[in-house]
């Protein structure tokens, strides 16, 4: 992970502050979800993490939203908050600071970083005239307009017409301290077509952007001109840094600054990358602040093949996904399905497909039917054998060894499929070693050396295989476990400390001898609801 002053003892990772203008979409829930993991993972490997998450609340788009409902902006994003920080607890995400940017700590933070780039000379009062797209909170180029002066990406929104007077950021004075930095750090910017994007943009040449408004209230005022409003994306970007100061800091900078910055991993969607890819670091790099580690845009989600979106009509309601399917699966799904960086998509056939094949058939009933056959064999107990005596070159054995180290790359490169790939490779070994060792046939033949064997390094690779998908789908590891035997708590902040990552990514690790907890299916099968 190549990055600019990372400290490997530390790890910190965001997820974007999403706007308050309506409930959490599955976009947003996506994000949350990868971040998540990520995460999980370094928490599992004893790293001190802090993940951050929150909500955008100012500017247009939220004023609008409020004014249409009625509701003053303040009370209007109370409300949706409480939105998102419920699907954030149902989707089991254990995020470590909720940052919302109407916080009044964060008002401070956002003056101090205004006034170091203000003092560096880089804000001056111009015109500016454009295409604005309230949806995106974004001028558009013209040339980039769909017909009807419509926004490529809020297709049904018309963009508006300004032409005020802003204050402006001196962009354009930084783009070859950028290009520099994007020669040095090749890293930043993943996945390497969206780094190709960024690229030929800047080398287009870049432009100065407006950072304030008039005739908005919804925003902090500007501190050197409270008749202008600060615009929504300069005091957003800042929330990152806001989210870093420990509950009882006064809010400094320095004090937000001290431990986790700088962030490792900006984790966004591929629309608001410029922001975070060329205008963030420009103005860290105004503010004379270290630059985050790399910003990650992964791709859009459709549904059934189709762009997502309300006048569609097919939009895909998060909270009633992880109602009737449970956390895990939503997590699985996404994060098994879709090529993490490329654009991918959600079918209900596809979602129960997979989840049946992998986590009720093939795990599932992997574990349960091994845990019936050892309640036979071995009297409800792990076999009694110690995964050190099995030979290096025992099938199971052999591949589980190296499934950590397959594992751990492909989490640190966030490409979550083929961690999920990885680990599915070992069930499926399991299943297909059953068949051809037979236990229950060598049980009857009074050979019970070999059938605890088998059985034993069945159990291990199960359990092998829960730990590395604990970051995906922490709810199942924790049921492995326990059948198992083992008491473990994946959701435990702590968890690098209570089952060490050295010891439990190794294969051999199950006691022997222990008492088995009692065999239940871990994931109930989906039945296709007729329709
Ligand atoms: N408020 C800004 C971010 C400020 S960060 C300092 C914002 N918010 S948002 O709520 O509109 O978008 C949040 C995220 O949802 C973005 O990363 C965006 O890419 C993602 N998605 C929105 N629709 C999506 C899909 N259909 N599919 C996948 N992700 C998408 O932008």
New binding site residues.
């Given amino acids: 992970m190549g990055s600019n002053s990372v400290d490997n003892h530390t790890f910190s990772i965001t997820t974007?502050?999403?706007?308050v203008n309506d409930l959490p979409?599955?976009?947003?829930a996506?994000?949350t979800i990868a971040a998540d993991v990520i995460a999980r993972f370094q928490r599992l490997k004893g790293v001190p993490v802090l993940m951050i998450t929150g909500t955008?609340e100012h500017g247009q788009k939220i004023q609008r939203t409020a004014e249409a409902r009625e509701k003053s902006p303040q009370a209007h994003c109370d409300e949706i908050v409480l939105g998102f920080q419920s699907l954030w607890q149902r989707l089991n995400i254990a995020y470590d600071r909720f940052i919302r940017t109407t916080a009044p700590r964060h008002q401070a933070i956002v003056a101090e970083f205004f006034q170091r780039v203000w003092d560096r000379g880089d804000i001056y009062e111009g015109h500016q005239q454009g295409w604005y797209c309230v949806s995106c909170e974004e001028f558009k180029e013209e040339r980039d307009l769909l017909p009807e002066q419509r926004c490529p990406i809020h297709s049904n929104k018309a963009v508006e017409w300004r032409d005020e007077q802003n204050y402006f950021f001196k962009l354009s004075k930084y783009q070859s301290q950028l290009e520099q930095f994007y020669a040095d750090q090749p890293d930043f910017i993943q996945p390497l077509s969206r780094r190709n994007e960024v690229l030929s943009f800047v080398s287009q040449g870049l432009q100065d952007f407006s950072i304030s408004r008039v005739n908005l209230d919804w925003g902090f005022p500007m501190p050197t001109d409270p008749n202008h409003t600060l615009y929504v994306?300069f005091d957003?970007?800042l929330?990152?840094v806001t989210a870093l100061l420990d509950p009882a800091d006064e809010p400094t900078l320095d004090n937000a600054l001290q431990k986790w910055w700088p962030i490792q991993t900006h984790l966004?969607?591929?629309?608001?990358l410029r922001?975070h890819a060329v205008y963030w670091p420009a103005m860290l790099m105004s503010a004379g602040l270290p630059l985050p580690g790399r910003v990650f845009g992964?791709?859009?989600?459709t549904k059934d093949g189709q762009k997502?979106g309300k006048s569609l009509g097919n939009t895909l309601d998060p909270v009633d996904l992880v109602e009737r399917y449970g956390a895990d699966a939503v997590r699985y799904y996404f994060l098994k399905e879709i090529e993490f960086g490329r654009d991918g998509d959600f079918s209900e056939t596809r979602f129960i497909n997979v989840l049946n094949a992998d986590l009720a058939n093939d795990l599932g009933n992997l574990l349960n039917r091994t845990l019936n056959m050892a309640g036979r064999y071995c009297q409800g107990q792990v076999p009694d054998v110690m995964g050190d005596d099995i030979p290096a070159d025992y099938d199971l054995k052999s591949k589980g060894a190296i499934l950590a180290t397959t594992v751990e790359a492909a989490y640190e490169a966030l490409a979550f499929s083929q961690a999920c790939e990885a680990v599915l490779g070992l069930v499926r070994s399991c299943n297909k070693f059953l068949d051809e060792k037979a236990p229950w046939s060598l049980y009857k033949q009074g050979q019970q050396a070999e059938t605890e064997r088998v059985l034993y390094a069945v159990l291990e690779s199960v359990r092998l295989a829960a730990y590395l998908l604990s970051p995906i789908v922490p709810g199942l590891a924790i049921a492995i476990y326990s059948q198992l035997g083992l008491a473990a708590d994946f959701n435990d902040r702590a968890i690098g400390q209570t089952l060490p990552y050295s010891v439990h990514s190794r294969w051999g690790y199950l006691p022997a001898s222990q008492a088995l907890g009692k065999a239940e299916p871990i994931f109930q099968r989906i039945e296709r609801a007729s329709e």
């Avoid at 966004?268 to 608001?272: F, L, Q, S």
């Avoid at 992964?298 to 989600?301: A, D, E, R, S």
Wanted: hydrophobic content about 40%; overall charge negative; glycine content about 14%.
């Fill in positions: 974007p502050l999403y706007y979409h599955i976009g947003s996506y994000t955008d994306w957003a970007l929330g990152y966004i969607g591929k629309d608001i922001f992964h791709g859009f989600l997502m």
